[in-house]
């Protein structure tokens, strides 16, 4: 029976295919599950393990083939876990005292991850998770709950909340969708799927459940719509959207090697915003030059504790050499009341937007910012390295993190560590302040980036969430515009390149004007790139600057954006 | 039953890729072989129980087998060990 669902779009793009339902709840299979005798549980427990042994060596020679030999890697180690006979001697020790087999194999994983827990080294610490997740694999076979196999076509992954490693450890090319009954825009996961441009509706809430693993769906990642089991009619719509959408795809990416230049040549760079060393590759496809922004707060996210300048560095050197010599731009953490983490014990706010957030923090925890930077000028011997820090409003708060910058470079050297001496140092212009003191931060600063979102919001005093005043939350608005192009023309009298990582980068008509304010550098989410390219190549430098004149002179925001939409 | 005792002199130690690669080439015997190391005996077959010894570089282990192919196995494991899984 065909059925219609509504959640929040997301990420645009049609998807069609079967649901894949991750992150499940085992507590209702394990409440209707019939135990039988020791021995017949002690049975099942062992051609589980066989079982599960075997599937994992099979995902371990796709991944191998695939030239993925990180992922095989883990999924290798996951099958040695299944096939550990301190672990399977475990098991069966459970099955005497509890008598269920799913129950025995899911303690008995438990009981080993809490070993690991409460190791000193983050590695081992980590490996509990994976622990968990071969128990929760051995204790679903016993359960009966199916697992598709990797080896399938692409699926929609569904769950309520999907941890960021099930879609970061799924190859790209086998999620067609995600489907999320939380409502959180700003989740790990749904950034993954971001900056893979899969489609993705969030918001569904307990309507969830009315879909089901297996089932054929097809979601509108624009609107929000889903639709369940959908009729032969309604699936040949679609299937004409998505050849639409296959069409236009393959038209941007013969766009992706050329470069971004008016056709007088002036040329700007379009780099990518990213969340995780591996959307690098995604980014590559859609013709990014570097990395405009890494958000350095998902190497804090979904963790117990701080990591170290090891992991860190780690997690640094593979984005930087994924960019293959093209500038990283690379953010210190940005993490505040509104979305804290719990081992930092940042207090509660009534006002966490203008609380003790990004760099407040970072000056007042060098536990915290020393080894973040000494794990970036590490990560700087990999490739071309620039360091952003994020909500500065003053001189005096750069002057002193130059200082924690200039201390890492000693303790590196004093520890004999090989770092990089060309890492730049530079600000997010995202507070007013720092835009009306743009000409004097630019005397201490190696470069501007210009951070939109926070910018408009401060700016403006119009919280972008609040759907009463969302009329008033533009880009556009005139007061906006004049303190990005007095922090352009800024970086320009003083020689600092000057970028913008915010939304209104991803903004073609935005982008047109930017160029014409002298901005060298649009930082966005990769799949906007292509629509940014392809409008800077159809205009020249002489006319955007005609239509900046313009701009200039107009007084609201929604004439600008009517004028700039009817004259480019 | 044969043992023999060896310094670990690998960077990393039996950790992560060099655990992994200790506990394959161990599997591949017929014998019972343990590690002793830091006064406590594991199974050399189990990836957890070699991981959660904490060898490090520096470390003093020794490798025990009983076993049809006793000689073999330690022979093989020792070598192993002294060519530091291929890392400095």
Redesign the interface.
């Known amino acids: 029976m065909p059925e219609s669902l509504r959640g929040k779009g997301v990420i645009a793009g049609i998807a069609m295919g079967k649901v894949m339902i991750v992150g499940q709840n085992l507590d209702g299979y394990l409440k209707n599950y019939k135990p039988e005798d020791q021995a017949k549980e002690a049975g099942k427990i062992e051609e589980a393990l066989q079982a599960v042994a075997e599937m994992l060596q099979g995902n371990v020679r796709t991944l191998q083939e695939k030239n993925m030999p990180e992922q095989a890697a883990i999924m290798e180690a996951h099958r040695m876990m299944a096939q550990d006979p301190m672990l399977s001697g475990s098991m069966m020790e459970k099955v005497g005292e509890l008598g269920s087999a799913p129950e025995a194999v899911l303690a008995a994983a438990g009981e080993s991850a809490a070993m690991f827990e409460q190791m000193e080294d983050a590695y081992f610490r980590e490996r509990a998770v994976d622990i968990r997740d071969v128990g929760k694999r051995i204790a679903k076979y016993i359960l009966g709950v199916k697992e598709p196999a990797m080896g399938d076509g692409a699926v929609i992954l569904c769950g309520y909340e999907i941890e960021p490693s099930v879609i970061a450890n799924i190859p790209t090319e086998k999620i067609a969708g995600v489907l999320l009954g939380a409502g959180s825009t700003t989740c790990h996961a749904v950034i993954i799927a971001k900056a893979r441009a899969i489609p993705t509706v969030v918001g569904i809430g307990d309507d969830i459940q009315k879909i089901a693993d297996r089932d054929d769906v097809i979601i509108d990642g624009e609107r929000g719509d889903i639709l369940i089991d959908p009729s032969e009619e309604t699936r040949e719509t679609y299937e004409e959207k998505l050849a639409k959408q296959q069409e236009l795809k393959s038209y941007y990416a013969k766009l992706a090697p050329l470069p971004a230049v008016t056709t007088d040549g002036a040329h700007v760079t379009l780099a990518a915003n990213i969340g995780t060393h591996m959307d690098v590759d995604t980014a590559l496809t859609y013709g990014c030059e570097g990395v405009g922004l890494f958000r350095s707060e998902f190497v804090f996210m979904g963790r117990k504790d701080i990591p170290n300048e090891e992991d860190q560095f780690k997690a640094y050197k593979e984005a930087v050499e994924k960019c293959q010599g093209k500038l990283c731009v690379i953010r210190t953490m940005d993490i505040g009341g509104d979305k804290p983490l719990p081992y930092l014990n940042i207090p509660k706010e009534d006002n966490p937007f203008l609380g003790c957030r990004a760099v407040r923090i970072s000056l007042h925890r060098r536990d915290l910012f020393l080894p973040q930077l000494k794990a970036i000028l590490r990560a700087g011997v990999y490739g071309k390295v620039a360091i952003m820090v994020p909500m500065i409003i003053n001189v005096d708060e750069f002057k002193k993190v130059r200082e924690f910058f200039e201390e890492a470079k000693v303790e590196l050297t004093h520890e004999g560590k090989a770092y990089s001496d060309s890492v730049q140092l530079g600000i997010m212009v995202e507070t007013p302040a720092a835009a009306v003191m743009a000409p004097i931060l630019a005397k201490y600063v190696d470069f501007f980036s210009i951070g939109t979102n926070d910018l408009v919001q401060y700016t403006l005093a119009v919280d972008r969430g609040n759907h009463n005043i969302s009329y008033l939350y533009s880009h556009f608005n005139p007061a906006v515009i004049m303190l990005i192009q007095r922090t352009i023309q800024a970086g320009i009298d003083k020689g600092i390149w000057v970028g913008m990582c915010g939304e209104m980068a991803s903004d073609p008509y935005a982008a047109v004007i930017l160029l014409a304010m002298g901005i060298s550098e649009l930082s966005m989410s990769a799949p906007s790139i292509p629509k940014v390219k392809e409008k800077i190549r159809s205009v020249s430098m002489e006319r955007a600057k005609e239509v900046l004149a313009e701009v200039m002179k107009m007084e609201d925001g929604n004439e600008i954006k009517e004028y700039l939409h009817k004259a480019l | 039953m044969t043992e023999a005792t060896m310094m670990i002199e690998n960077k990393t130690g039996i ?3 060099p655990a ?1 690669i200790f ?2 080439t161990a ?1 591949k015997f017929k014998s019972k072989i343990q590690v002793k190391a830091k006064n406590k005996t ?2 050399a ?5 070699i ?2 010894m ?1 060898l490090v570089k520096g470390t003093e282990m020794t490798i025990c087998a009983d076993g049809p192919d006793e000689a073999e196995a330690v022979k093989t494991l020792q070598e192993l060990v002294a060519s530091k899984f291929g890392e400095e």
């Open positions: 950790h992560a890729r992994s506990v394959q599997t594991v199974d077959k189990s990836i957890l129980m991981m959660s904490g």
